[in-house]
């Protein structure tokens, strides 16, 4: 009824397990109950109580998460988290209806999902309102190395050169692509990263810039300093 009772009627004498859920979590409160003939048995059950977590999530220099995806795994209702939401501009989220127990807040970097930080606590009573403080770690930028050609290296037109690079990251490189006067001329997914590169014709001696672009497995790249190749007019005949 509304007033949280619920009778049955015509249960025939016996042990029963009796039992509810609370309607936000879906918690199980259960209770055993022994059903004597002609009489009326009365059996309580106290369904678990309910806490709210005022979360505040900021990266590890400081600044907020901001939309950032939330998790909760809640004791209570057993393994696994569910979504509890994305943090607003403040890098702040209200979680309700936190069932009374131990609890575990992951927040996931907006921009990098491999990254996350992870607070647990415990809920102890009902009603109860808890500060909760998440630090989600920084997503690092790569390093990048053009390593040949060498600087003011000389090569003759139409050559074909090989271009490398080394390029390190906090948790993995995607790829490193390879530019001549700042147009992509190749890429490599793969350590160690290199391409060839056939050499244009000139009419004249002239500069090429060399540089590389490393981009990791989040949003983050960086470009390498660049490397100057002299381009040799051909001017003996064959």
Request: charged fraction near 15%; aromatic fraction near 4%; charge should be negative.
């Amino acid at each position: 009824g509304t007033g949280g009772e619920y009778s049955f009627l015509d249960v025939p004498a016996g042990e029963y397990v009796v039992g509810a859920r609370e309607p936000n979590t879906g918690v199980l409160a259960s209770a055993t109950a022994e059903i004597l003939p002609d009489t009326l048995t009365e059996q309580d059950l106290l369904l678990t109580g309910l806490g709210t977590l005022n979360l505040a999530s900021t990266f590890a220099s400081g600044p907020p998460a901001v939309g950032a995806r939330v998790l909760i795994e809640e004791l209570p209702r057993g393994a696994g988290f569910r979504n509890a939401g994305l943090t607003d501009g403040a890098g702040q989220l209200v979680i309700r209806n936190v069932p009374v127990g131990e609890f575990t807040v992951r927040v996931v970097h907006p921009g990098n999902g491999l990254l996350t930080g992870e607070t647990g606590g415990t809920v102890v009573a009902p009603g109860e309102i808890q500060d909760v403080a998440v630090v989600v770690p920084e997503d690092a930028p790569p390093s990048i190395a053009l390593t040949a050609p060498s600087q003011g290296q000389s090569v003759l037109e139409g050559s074909t050169i090989s271009l490398s690079a080394t390029a390190t990251d906090d948790l993995g490189i995607r790829r490193v692509d390879f530019l001549v006067d700042g147009v992509v001329v190749g890429s490599d997914p793969f350590a160690p990263y290199a391409i060839n590169f056939r050499l244009p014709l000139v009419e004249a001696d002239r500069s090429l810039s060399l540089t590389a672009v490393a981009v990791d497995v989040g949003p983050n790249s960086s470009v390498s300093s660049p490397v100057n190749l002299q381009v040799l007019d051909d001017t003996q005949p064959p």
